[in-house]
């Protein structure tokens, strides 16, 4: 029998009123009830705003405005409109790649059911057969084969082109890569979003930095001066230049490198990490069709719904597997250690098993001792005070069998009472270091 520790125990009702967002396993941040998803780290979205929009202002302040009286009225006020809609627009589309779900698959909430490690064991012969969680599975989708990984957060299969983020904690469809200037995982809800801001930002730098050397040139030719004399005169100009160039740099070589990706069908995890340029890419379409997909394809739906209701799940009966019992919390251990707990298994550091022989009528039982109880764990003594009466197994076993009227134990647990029964034998009969005693009681 698998030992875990008992469920909090809670009010039936004291879910009744929380929402999904609420309960989010993952880090990241919610706005408005749930109705905007961030990343963990959302602060870096002001950093991005900023960087957009105070040289902007600084433009339209500075040069726009005073392009304004040497333009027409229609010419002179589109320079200003146009840098500011732009500049909406912009911020518009970083808003919608940063604060929507980039397309999150749901954990579950128990693992997949695990599969027998060797099927041909005969389960009358007293042996249960060993279960596996296979870490790599292979699955084919459109007559390509593909493997998919195991992820022990999510506990679940990993779909294709599908990664788990280490900062979001969020297992990603298409995920290409976590963006700190938007402060969001990149996958297949957000990647359009993502790219199309990326590409206005471009837009929006060429702008700028033409039109401040359209202003530089006008006050050469207005005053007949040198274009140094010029420069000199508006330094907001010289600042803006600077800046700009350099931010057409990133932006520039950012969306080069993405349209690349978009004519090839990958994304930056799939470059980095599997190099298609070596290999065919069985996800490649053809260049058209490619874009066609990034740009035209509907957006699918979010998995999650982080404004429904929470519902408490109702308890799994235990349920047999290939003649061996099997617990319903079996595989929980992942989410006890996320969740800050320990467990069972962990604190006590070994199982208590109990072996009878029915042909020597003489019991042996591992045993912790009474004043060592006070040092557990509330979930550990809670355990030991269940199964002290009842025989247990060692947590990732369940190959014992009744066999011949006795009870087999594994190798790991037999070396382990030879051990115990050694150290009492040098020790006078008990061990304090190891907690752990044997005796010999008459039937």
């Known amino acids: 029998m698998y030992v875990v520790p008992p469920p909090p125990r809670s009010d039936s009702g004291s879910n009744s009123d929380l929402r999904v967002y609420q309960t989010w396993k993952g ?9 905007f998803v961030f990343g963990p780290d959302v602060r870096s979205l002001a950093l991005t705003i900023c960087l957009i929009a105070v040289p902007v202002t600084i433009f339209c302040i500075f040069i726009a405005r005073k392009l304004m009286d040497d333009f027409s009225d229609s010419w002179g006020v589109s320079i200003v409109s146009v840098a500011v809609v ?13 604060g929507r ?16 490690l060797d099927s041909n064991v005969d389960a009358g012969a007293g042996q249960t057969p060993q279960l596996r969680l ?14 998919v990984k195991y992820c022990d957060t999510c506990m679940l299969y990993r779909p294709p082109r599908c990664s788990h983020c280490s900062i979001c904690n969020n297992c990603v469809e298409k995920f ?32 700028v930095f033409a039109f401040c050397w ?53 994304t930056t995890y799939e470059n980095f990490r599997y190099r298609y340029d070596r290999r065919s890419n069985p996800h490649n379409k053809g260049v058209v069709n490619n874009f066609k997909e990034t740009f035209c394809s509907a957006i699918p739906p979010s998995k999650n719904d982080f404004r429904a209701m929470v519902h408490r799940e109702p308890p799994l009966p235990p349920r047999s597997v290939a003649g061996g019992f099997m617990s319903p919390n079996m595989g929980k251990a992942n989410d006890d250690i996320e969740m800050g707990r320990k467990a069972v298994w962990a604190d006590m550091g070994s199982a208590m098993s109990e ?36 025989p247990s197994m060692h947590p990732r076993r369940s190959s014992w069998g009744r066999k011949s009227g006795s009870w087999d134990m594994s190798p790991e647990v037999m070396a ?15 061990s304090s270091g190891s907690g752990l005693v044997t005796e010999n009681r008459p039937t």
């Open 134 to 147: 296979p870490r790599i599975k292979e699955v084919e989708v459109n007559g390509i084969t593909f493997k």
């Open 416 to 430: 382990l009472a030879a051990r115990v029964g050694e150290q009492n034998q040098n020790g006078g009969g008990s």
């Open 214 to 266: 359209v202003y530089i040139r006008k006050i050469t030719e207005s005053e007949h001066t040198t274009i140094w004399k010029a420069m000199l005169k508006t330094p907001a100009s010289i600042v803006l230049i600077i800046y700009t160039f350099i931010s057409m740099w990133f932006v520039g070589g950012l969306t080069a490198f993405h349209l690349y990706l978009i004519s090839t069908n990958q």
């Open 101 to 116: 779900d980039p397309g999150i698959i749901p954990r579950n909430a128990h693992p997949p059911e695990p599969e027998p």
């Open 27 to 35: 880090t990241n941040k919610f706005f408005l009830q749930g109705r």
């Open 176 to 207: 290409d890569h976590h963006c700190p200037w938007v402060g969001q995982c990149i996958g297949r809800r957000n990647y359009r979003f993502f790219f199309m801001f990326v590409f206005s930002t471009t837009l929006l730098c060429i702008y």
């Open 86 to 98: 732009f500049t909406i627009y912009d911020l518009i589309l970083l808003l919608l790649t940063s």
């Open 355 to 390: 072996h009878g022989d029915g042909k020597h009528g003489n019991n042996e039982r591992l045993h912790v001792k009474d004043g060592e109880l006070g040092e557990l764990s509330p979930d550990v003594r809670t355990t030991v005070d269940e199964q002290s009466d009842r």
